[in-house]
């Protein structure tokens, strides 16, 4: 029977760009940057790592197809460099798949590197792209804020919440976000916004306004993992484990049967059951310390927090307003920012959510520090919430 | 001048305006510093962006075909996408005809529709015209504010209650206005002459024809439906024959515009609304020449008082500049967003093009429809690859389950409405919505399918076209 992969992977150096519109640099000058953090902070020879997974998400539109550009960018001489894309889970899935090749015994070292350039496409908010040439006979072209803005009328409906007691809940979501995004150095947006401009900004979809929705960022973020053995001959004597990755992917389901409410997304509720059995979490409301999620859109993490337990069903906007997420709170979400301030280069954001845990574990977060940090949950949602993949993934230290 | 199909004329009848209807007035008044003459009074009915002559059209003959399908299919518009692709077939797709029905499509006249509905009644043929119209339009030209989009459609059949009693037609190069490949918007002659000349040479001759081949003098005419060149020619064309019958395309160019090859049978629609038992009706399709027809009438027309209710359906488009950008007038610069555009390729459209344009999915062995189709259903309850028994979703209605109104997206006509729609019979689809309502779309509304284009490639000259959700109810024009 399957055991998981919990404590069979150490990760053993991180590295992560400052976010954000970043004319200066391409996607290949990203990773590079990204890659040499991860390297000094492993303290390992590059020579070492011999298999790597790239996470890029709109790779026609800028970074580009296959392997190649970062077998190219990193000068990985002959090594297996595997790209992968789930949407907005890309991150994740890199390291899944970097993470997997150690836990078999398949390699002993690899990296997990992910990168985006959304600022080379020219667009404010995320590019459009084709469905498929068949989805495109029928399937509405929404924008991310669009397809995201749903879950607000249906959680709404489905709670019996007025509209405008969940919109100042949503707006808590982001003055926090904001909040700590002013303590994350590389992050992309890091003024404090104070309530009323939230509350009163432009709609970009009813009922987002465009403090609701996320920054739109290049970055790149990056993973060293090895077996917890070559962590200590490392110099690693407590390293950062992975307690646990989990994916879990719409059959189409949400979208074309009747069952759904659309006021939650079962793939999240998924993920993390099997993460929470993987990790050996039992009670997640006190044995979590913190959580980076999927906050693309403020909507997006309040449903988040009842999808991973955190919140009773219909409790997520009272948690929020009572500063249950926030910096001081019980379980604080978004440490860095989040998707909101930190940005969302897709490709590389599950990545950058576990930086941020992988330094908090460590203790080396600075101003944004957390006392007593022993286990970090990171959520990915890719697609919308009807059509999702949804990545969960639960660090931790070895001892 | 032939002698009749007696027991021949007119099954039913369909109507469709879209919902947008600018005041000619508050219009003029934009343009009141040019100077420039044109229509002050009354509405000019405004397609959506994602409407065409088609889509009105297959909207039009929706109504006509839930029973059986006729023995042919007759498309008829001077304003067709399409030059090179059969509109006939694809409104037969759209309709969910069988493809053994004949189809054809007339056009490069404004009485393409009652030519072909002639020949319908004198083939004595169960068929269905329709007649689609969506005439692009200079500003400052009469013809913008005159002009309306819209459509029709017609049933033939047997022991109809609108039996044709006589007819004539005369074939006539009168060129009052036209339009070309090089002048795609119409050009129109001098009114005074175009009045003088189609009245006498045209219209008397062909009207008092068709009346005698009915056996009536004009003066028996209780009601008309006279496609007028310009204004005045019924008048003219009354006063000549004696007769005191109302012209009910007056109303449909007053509340809607001249809808072109829809244009005279919808006015038919208003005047059988109107009729009494026992009354003859006129018909006239005018454009290079005349259609004439009397109609006598044995009982009411299927159809035609909802055609009297759908034209007084609408909601004022106020913005001028508005009005400008949906018919093509003002190009504005929309963003990069704007320059996103798919390519439909051939081969996906005849494996699935079928059930998109007819919006037909698919019921499982458990009963359960979904749509599109798949090798696996979309049922948790089966595991298994099953062949789907089809099932049209257009005809039904659905409930709203989420939506939005996307400001971020590109829509030519922002914003985009979309989210997903849930049919009693289980099916669930995420759709764009259209003909929204003063307060937007909320979870829980009740909706109801109409044809659109999907998407319009406008480098290649392609559209596709699909299903979106509206409203049950229209509002009531003055209500709106």
């Known amino acids: 029977m399957a055991t998981g992969i919990r404590d069979k992977v150490a990760i053993v150096g991180m590295g992560c760009t400052r976010f954000g519109e970043r004319w200066d640099v391409g996607a290949d000058g990203l990773m590079v940057e990204a890659f040499l953090e991860a390297l000094a902070d492993a303290e390992i020879e590059r020579a070492r790592i011999e298999a790597a997974w790239v996470g890029n998400a709109l790779d026609d539109i800028n970074v580009g197809n296959s392997a ?117 150095p590389k992050a992309h947006l890091r003024g404090a916004v104070d309530m009323d401009k939230i509350l009163n900004a432009p709609l970009i979809a009813d009922p987002l306004g465009l403090f609701d929705c996320c920054g739109v960022s290049d970055g790149a973020a990056a993973a060293i993992v090895t077996t917890p053995e070559i962590a200590r ?167 | 001048m032939s002698v009749l199909a007696q027991s021949f004329g007119i099954a039913a009848l369909g109507g469709y305006v879209p919902l947008l209807r600018l005041d000619r007035k508050a219009a003029a008044r934009e343009l009141a510093w040019s100077g420039l003459p044109m229509p002050r009074t009354g509405t000019r009915a405004v397609a959506d962006w994602d409407e065409d002559a088609l889509t009105m059209a297959v909207e039009a003959a929706r109504l006509l075909c839930r029973e059986s399908a006729p023995d042919a299919l007759r498309f008829a518009s001077t304003s067709a996408y399409f030059t090179d692709r059969a509109q006939s077939g694809m409104a037969l797709d759209a309709l969910a005809m069988p493809r053994t029905v004949r189809t054809s499509d007339a056009a490069n006249s404004r009485r393409a529709a009652t030519s072909a509905m002639l020949d319908a009644l004198l083939g004595r043929q169960d068929e269905i015209v329709t007649a689609g119209e969506k005439r692009s339009t200079q500003p400052g030209s009469a013809a913008q504010l005159a002009f309306g989009d819209g459509a029709v459609a017609v049933r033939t059949g047997p022991d109809a209650p609108a039996r044709l009693v006589g007819h004539a037609s005369l074939s006539f190069d009168l060129i009052d206005r036209y339009a070309s490949r090089d002048h795609p918007f119409s050009y129109a002659y001098e009114e005074r002459f175009v009045r003088d000349v189609a009245v006498a040479e045209v219209l008397v001759p062909v009207v008092r024809a068709a009346c005698d081949a009915a056996g009536i003098a004009p003066g028996q005419l209780a009601h008309a439906a006279v496609h007028e060149p310009v204004g005045g020619c019924w008048r003219a064309l009354a006063k000549a024959l004696s007769s005191k019958a109302p012209n009910h395309c007056e109303a449909v160019s007053e509340m809607a515009g001249d809808l072109g090859t829809a244009h005279a049978l919808y006015g038919l629609g208003l005047a059988l609304d109107a009729a009494k038992v026992g009354d003859f009706v006129l018909l006239v399709g005018f454009g ?168 319009q490639n406008r480098r290649l000259g392609f559209r596709t076209y699909f299903w979106k959700a509206a409203p049950l109810v229209r509002p009531v024009l003055g209500d709106a």
Not at chain 1, 112 to 131: C, F, H, M, S, W
Not at chain 2, 351 to 380: E, L, Y
Not at chain 2, 431 to 450: C, I, K, L, T, Y
Request: with cysteine; net charge negative.
């Open chain 1, 233 to 399: 001959a490392l110099g690693k004597a407590d390293p950062v484990m992975i307690k646990a990755i989990q994916l879990s992917a719409s059959n189409g389901w949400e979208m074309q049967f009747g069952a759904w409410d659309g006021a939650s997304v079962p793939n999240t509720r998924a993920a993390a059951a099997r993460a929470y059995a993987e990790a050996g979490i039992r009670d997640p409301r006190t044995e979590l310390d913190m959580t980076e999620v999927h906050d693309c859109f403020s909507i997006t993490e309040l449903v988040i927090m009842e999808d991973l337990g955190l919140s009773d069903e219909g409790r997520a906007p009272a948690d929020i307003l009572d500063g249950r997420y926030d910096r001081g709170g019980a379980i604080p979400c978004q440490l860095d920012g989040g998707l909101k301030c930190f940005g969302h280069p897709v490709g590389a954001s599950g990545l950058r959510m576990a930086y941020e845990v992988y330094t908090q574990l460590q203790g080396r977060a600075g101003e944004r520090q957390r006392d007593n940090v022993d286990f970090g949950l990171t959520h990915n949602l890719g697609g919308s919430p009807f059509n999702s993949v949804a990545a969960v993934a639960i660090l931790g230290r070895l001892n």
């Open chain 2, 288 to 455: 290079s020449g005349a259609d004439a027809m009397v109609f006598e009438v044995t009982g009411p027309v299927p159809g035609a008082s909802a055609m009297a209710a759908e034209l007084r359906e609408g909601q004022v488009l106020a913005s001028y500049s508005r009005f400008l950008s949906l018919t093509g007038s003002l190009e504005l610069d929309w963003g990069m967003r704007a320059e996103f555009e798919q390519k439909a390729q051939a081969t996906v459209l005849e494996r699935v093009g079928r059930d998109m344009v007819g919006f037909v999915g698919g019921r499982d062995s458990a009963g359960n429809v979904q749509f599109p189709k798949s090798a696996f259903p979309v049922n948790p309850e089966l595991s298994g690859v099953e062949r789907m028994e089809d099932v049209r979703l257009a005809d039904l209605e659905a409930t709203i389950v989420s939506v939005t109104a996307d400001r971020l997206n590109f829509s030519p006509d922002p914003p985009f409405d979309f989210g997903l729609v849930q049919f009693d019979n289980g099916a669930r689809v995420l759709m764009e919505m259209v003909n929204r309502p003063a307060d937007g779309f909320r979870v829980g509304d009740r909706v109801r399918m109409r044809l659109r284009t999907k998407a």
């Open chain 1, 68 to 184: 190649l550009p970062a077998a190219h960018a990193l000068r990985l001489d002959k090594v297996p460099v595997t790209r992968v894309e789930n949407m907005c889970a890309t991150g994740t899935e890199a390291l899944r798949g970097a993470a997997y090749a150690v836990a078999s015994g398949a390699v002993d070292v690899a990296l997990a590197i992910g990168v985006e350039k959304l600022k080379d496409t020219g667009y404010g908010g995320l590019p459009l792209r084709t469905k498929g040439v068949q989805n495109d006979l029928w399937m509405p072209y929404g924008s991310a804020p669009g397809t995201f803005a749903q879950l607000a009328g249906a959680y709404a409906a489905r709670h019996g919440i007025a509209p405008g007691d969940l919109k100042r809940a949503m707006a808590h979501v982001s003055w926090k976000s904001h909040q700590n995004g002013a303590l994350s």
